[in-house]
């Protein structure tokens, strides 16, 4: 077992969870789990202010969870890591079900 690679692999993972740990921001990310949304559709789901859906859409894509897609004059977010995807997925069947 090569300790320095779990150490390593440690931090990365709890630098995720550390992403995580908000609880809307973990409804946005659940929310886009099943793929792309439109902001004004995550706005809605999440029951959050357009404010404050835009400043955790634009951190999360900063922190490289999520990815932006323009289409004229709308803006679509996806989660732009598969990592993110399984573990969220994973998460939703262990406290989901």
Do not use: W
């Amino acid at each position: 077992m090569d300790i320095e690679l779990m150490q390593d692999q440690c931090e990365e993972v709890a630098g995720l969870l550390k992403q995580f740990a908000h609880p809307q921001r973990l409804l946005i990310l659940c929310y886009l789990s099943d793929g792309e949304k439109q902001v004004s559709e995550i706005q809605e789901a999440v029951g959050l202010s357009q404010s404050h859906t835009s400043q955790f859409l634009k951190r999360m894509q900063n922190e490289g969870l999520l990815g932006l897609r323009r289409e004229k004059n709308f803006s679509y977010y996806y989660i732009n890591n598969l990592q993110v995807t399984k573990l969220l997925k994973a998460m939703q069947k262990i406290f989901c079900q």
